[in-house]
């Protein structure tokens, strides 16, 4: 028995199951390309909804800011009248000395 002339696959055979192997792999390829690219699609629609979502959602109506703005006026107003009113004590709210 020669080493060149003992075959254990029929050439015919061979090509056949290369030529089926191929083609698998392009189908398999061309799913996993669809998946990939419809799995991005919807990663990057639901990242920009997110983001336009939390956009919108941070922002506040004009009824919103007229009480953010009075409660903020309030507040400072308070706190104004918290602090000892200068006129009355005689003395500055620093309490620097005159500049004489």
């Known amino acids: 028995m020669s080493q060149g002339s003992s075959h254990l696959v029929e ?3 061979k090509y056949f199951l290369r030529e089926s192997l191929k083609q698998c792999h392009d189908i398999k390829t061309k799913y996993y390309n669809l ?3 419809i799995g991005a699609f919807i990663f990057i629609v639901g990242l920009i909804t997110i983001i336009l979502w939390v956009k919108y959602k941070g922002k506040l ?3 919103e ?3 953010k703005s009075r409660r903020d006026k309030q507040y400072i107003l308070e706190k104004l009248k918290s602090l000892p009113n200068p006129t009355r004590e005689g003395r500055m ?3 620097l000395p005159k500049w004489e």
């Open 65 to 67: 800011k007229e009480l």
């Open 61 to 63: 109506t004009p009824v």
């Open 93 to 95: 709210i620093t309490d």
């Open 11 to 13: 050439p015919g055979v």
């Open 35 to 37: 998946y990939y690219n």
